[in-house]
């Protein structure tokens, strides 16, 4: 395998060849139809549907050539065999349902016993059409592993207006899928006809998926659905957006993947659309800004930052009411460091990060190894201490923790307090609530001119 030469890339690039322009059309359309449909099937916790059905259409190619041949019928066909492949592909996704609906099976184990023996079926067929004596196999095995290659103009405008036709459904059901995605029983109850849209949901995805065979096969199509949609779910929590970036993610995957098999023509294309998809996807997976591996890192450092930060303050505001009792605020009162680090199960390390970090955020002082608590951090530890100790009240009295653990299952909650629950400890617990001394007003009365 040799690398692609300057003209080759210029070629690709510029679209320059007719073959090109149709198959990165093709795919494109096809990548954004599947990863728009996919995003519903993902969240309505069928990923596997379109593997299922791609599977289960494999007896109907067969079967097409077959009865094509048989009547005197071109047997390969694109129109024949994809309606082949229509019929029991539908009859794989009923068989799922009956199975589902009239056993105590499961929606996966359903699939599983479907993709297999709707797979397994296709496989026999296709070895008696190798025996055939009027036609034979010869470019059938496409189906399994997709020939983008060598898609044509006829099948390109296929792709085209069954992905149109993808496209508009979701558009226009794109409400009802989002209810019927997130809550099925709340969609009945509002009179929507789930069964109608289930059915229909169920038809864009065997409309993607037996046009996609000719890109991509039937083992790989499964990807055109799950890989996007998962790709986008990194980036956003928002369902009009995963789908907008699922059928971005989707048509960009499918364009660099055939883009990549044209400069290597020893590449298959439909494991390149797929790698391609891949990659995207693990780009997302730890670049993403919703969900991705180093923004949910940065979110828990963040956190336990935060929470460390509240230890040391409290810890320091529990050492000065020692030997303060009246916890009266003073400048000069002090910790030393060491004796903060043997109260806290802390490293020598961690509790230097933690000083620094406090000192940035202007809550504490360090000097001569002591620290000393600013009027804010003072302000602060206060807070954080009361409802500490509310919630160890609250625990010993009404949950029944022993006081020797309450601490431990007090540092555990607290730092996820709201006013709202604050209060309404202070209730449960008869403790008297924080009141702010408001000087009285230095004039008699407020004329009209004041409020302005």
């Known amino acids: 395998m040799s690398w692609p030469t300057a003209s080759q890339w210029r070629r690709v690039l510029f679209l320059e060849d007719y073959n090109t322009r149709v198959v990165l059309l093709g795919v494109a359309v096809l990548g954004a139809a599947a990863g728009l449909v996919g995003s519903f099937t993902l969240l309505r916790k069928r990923a596997l549907l379109g593997d299922a059905l791609a599977h289960a259409s494999t007896p109907g190619i067969a079967l097409a050539f077959m009865f094509a041949t048989a009547l005197g019928l071109d047997g390969k066909s694109l129109p024949v065999l994809l309606l082949g492949a229509t019929i029991t592909g539908v009859l794989g996704i009923g068989v799922v349902l009956v199975v589902r609906s009239q056993t105590r099976l499961k929606e996966d184990a359903a699939l599983g016993i479907v993709l297999s023996v709707f797979f397994g079926a296709g496989v026999a067929l296709l070895g008696i059409v190798q025996q055939m004596e009027s036609g034979s196999a ?78 991509v096969g039937l083992i790989l199509v499964v990807a055109l659905f799950v890989t996007p949609t998962a790709a986008a779910r990194f980036w956003t929590e928002k369902l009009w957006r995963v789908a907008g970036l699922s059928a971005l993610m989707g048509g960009v995957g499918g364009v660099f993947g055939a883009a990549a098999s044209a400069l290597m023509p020893r590449l298959p294309s439909g494991a390149m659309i797929v790698l391609a998809s891949t990659a995207l996807f693990a780009f997302s997976m730890f670049f993403g800004t919703a969900r991705g591996v180093l923004i949910r890192w940065l979110r828990r450092f963040r956190v336990n930052r935060r929470v460390r930060r509240r230890h040391l303050l409290r810890g320091l505001y529990e050492l000065l009411e020692l030997d303060e009792p009246d916890s009266v605020f003073r400048r000069d009162a002090r910790v030393p460091v060491e004796t903060v680090l043997a109260t806290r199960s802390w490293s020598r390390n961690q509790l230097s990060r933690t000083i620094a970090s406090a000192q940035h955020e202007e809550l504490i002082t360090l000097r001569e190894d002591s620290i000393g608590l600013t009027q804010s951090g003072y302000v602060q530890a206060a807070r954080l201490t009361r409802e500490h100790r509310l919630w160890e009240l609250y625990l010993i009295t009404h949950a029944e923790v022993a006081p020797s653990r309450v601490d431990r299952d007090a540092d555990a909650i607290e730092h996820v307090l709201e006013p709202e629950l604050v209060d309404e400890l202070e209730r449960l617990l008869e403790q008297q609530p924080v009141h702010i001394a408001v000087p009285a007003s230095p004039h008699d009365s407020l004329s009209p001119g004041a409020l302005q």
């Open 138 to 215: 010869a470019g059938l095995e496409g189906f399994i592993y997709g020939k983008t290659a060598s898609m044509n103009a006829s099948d390109a405008r296929l792709i085209l207006v069954a992905s149109g036709i993808a496209v508009v459904g979701c558009l226009l059901l794109f409400k009802e899928f989002k209810l019927l995605c997130f809550d099925e029983n709340f969609a009945g109850s509002r009179g929507m006809p789930v069964l109608v849209l289930d059915l229909c949901l169920m038809a864009l995805v065997v409309l993607v998926t037996i046009v996609g065979l000719q890109a």
